[in-house]
């Protein structure tokens, strides 16, 4: 039977979120459900909550960084059982047959993955709800395993901020020696400083803030430049061999290309839209430089991701919150007023259920 799960949700682009029920629906022999413990929040959770990319449904229930127990699996299930600390990250589903699903990189299904909310369920045709949430039902397929002895609150970010940074650092082969440079330092940003420090890597970050030096080499980072600083990227020039992008608004790319290697790649990772200013190919050509994206990563290299984090102790720098706290944690995020994520404590929605 459909379960009725209290969650937190907003009506429309301007309803602040509360609390609200939703349908989860009936577990099919290949579930999970799962109690959520935790949920990071994410930016992406308050573009989606005001329909800032115009493809909002509501009601919503966000969260898509989600960590919890599971409370009972389906008769399919092989890899999970009651009691286990798992996760779920931005997707719940995809097609499973063609070529991107064929390779574990489920994000590129050409069929359309679907996202763990603001979407519709591809087999009943019911609305997909997010962590922001007491229970999920999710397919065992896209459950994954948190490793013993990771703080399950630190983790909860590592399945969204984690792995969109973590899949460019494979796919680019990051490892001993490789120089990385990161660029913003935010939720992405932080972990894409400690994982690239954890794979070997040489750390540099771009920033224009002269504030965030001291910060930034707690995280691991090597080096600092400002980058609005001509000398010192000057100093850089022909350096860096990867660049990870994570600064989340149009801004302009040009003054990082020079920095890259021969072979170098800058990749965005936080910003979806138009380039601008636009990008001179110069030092692309000369360079055989490229400018790229990357989202999210398939199961397969989130599991990789969040065992590797087991195995190096490596978890978010979070901030904990009450759900009932929720609407003032996004007027902070809209500030960059978090070190360096939000994560609810699930727990606290307890007291909107004695409240109601």
Not at 96 to 113: D, G, R, T, V
Not at 246 to 267: C, F
């Amino acid at each position: 039977m459909t379960l009725d799960v209290l969650s937190y949700a907003t009506q429309s682009a301007s309803d602040d979120l509360g609390p609200f029920y939703v349908k989860r629906r009936d577990q099919r022999d290949s579930d999970v459900v799962i109690d959520i413990l935790y949920c990071g929040v994410c930016h992406s959770d308050l573009h989606q909550a005001r329909n800032d990319w115009g493809n909002s449904k509501y009601p919503m229930v966000p969260g898509h960084e989600i960590v919890g127990r599971v409370a009972s699996v389906g008769s399919a299930v092989t890899r999970f059982k009651a009691g286990d600390m798992v996760g779920v990250g931005c997707m719940v589903d995809s097609c499973q047959h063609c070529s991107a699903c064929a390779k574990s990189l489920e994000q590129y299904c050409e069929n359309k993955h679907t996202m763990t909310y603001n979407d519709v369920d591809q087999h009943d045709q019911m609305p997909t709800y997010g962590g922001y949430s007491e229970k999920i039902v999710v397919s065992e397929k896209f459950v994954l395993r948190i490793p013993d002895g990771l703080d399950p609150k630190g983790a909860a970010p590592l399945l969204c901020a984690g792995i969109t940074v973590w899949s460019p650092l494979r796919h680019w082969k990051v490892g001993q020696g490789t120089r990385v440079a990161v660029t913003g330092l935010g939720g992405l940003g932080h972990m894409a400083i400690k994982l690239a420090k954890g794979l070997g890597a040489e750390v540099t970050l771009f920033t224009r803030s002269p504030g965030k030096e001291a910060d930034a080499k707690r995280l691991g980072a090597d080096k600092v430049v400002l980058s609005t600083d001509p000398a010192q990227m000057k100093a850089v020039r022909g350096k860096i061999d990867l660049i990870i992008d994570t600064v989340p608004y149009a801004h302009d790319l040009n003054p990082y290309l020079p920095t890259l290697a021969l072979n170098g790649t800058l990749v965005l990772v936080g910003y979806l839209g138009p380039v601008d200013p636009v990008v001179n190919s110069v030092p692309l050509i000369m360079g055989r430089r490229s400018v790229a994206g990357s989202v999210i990563g398939g199961i397969a290299e989130t599991q990789e991701m969040l065992d590797f984090c087991g195995k190096h102790n490596i978890v978010s720098d979070i901030e904990m919150l009450d759900i009932q706290h929720i609407n003032q944690a996004y007027e902070r995020m809209l500030k960059s007023d978090v070190k360096y994520r939000f994560v609810i404590d699930m727990g606290s929605l307890e007291k909107d259920r004695k409240s109601a």
